[in-house]
């Protein structure tokens, strides 16, 4: 059964609706904020990703980010940023970007659900996984460049690629 199948007609759900229902399917921490922004803890490989999710209605997005910690040392900040943007180069459905105030590395993506669209369970549970994938791809090189001290392509061999298929 598909994850469309559990809802009997989408177009009268909220976005966050359906991410609720994902959370409480996958089995995830979570919090409704508000009607139109929900926070979860999804359990990686690496760490523990925090997610939240908001639908702005004014301009049909439903926006993700992905945090988790990171605080690479001040003289290692030139390396830290080339290998973001290394890997923000190997990656098409989201960017990390660094609120360094914050010690955050940030994973942020905007489904844009223009002219009364709506998003399938389906399509949300994907951009949900795809920000973890990307975290876990990329979170050893981020901590290659910062404390082992390796240059930015040694770190992104790491990352190198995806796996695909089944072991």
């Not at 598909?2 to 989408?10: H, I, K, N």
């Not at 180069?89 to 709506?118: C, H, I, N, P």
Request: glycine fraction near 4%; aromatic fraction near 12%.
């Amino acid at each position: 059964m598909s994850l469309s199948e559990d809802f009997l007609s989408t177009e009268d759900l909220h976005p966050i609706d359906i991410v609720e229902t994902l959370a409480e399917h996958h089995d995830w921490e979570f919090d409704r904020v508000t009607d139109d922004q929900i926070a979860m803890a999804v359990e990686g490989q690496w760490r523990t990703y925090s997610l939240t999710l908001a639908w702005s209605a004014q301009d049909e997005t439903l926006r993700l980010i992905c945090t988790f910690e990171m605080e690479p040392p001040e003289k290692r900040m030139g390396e830290f940023y080339d290998v973001l943007n290394r890997c923000n180069d190997m990656v098409w459905t989201g960017a990390f970007t660094f609120w360094a105030e914050q010690k955050l590395m940030v994973w942020r993506y905007g489904l844009v659900l223009s002219g009364g669209q709506v998003a399938t369970p389906e399509q949300i549970d994907r951009l949900i996984g795809s920000a973890v994938m990307a975290a876990e791809r990329f979170y050893p090189a981020f901590q290659l460049v910062s404390w082992a001290e390796r240059s930015p392509a040694e770190a992104m061999k790491v990352a190198i690629a995806e796996a695909y298929g089944r072991a």
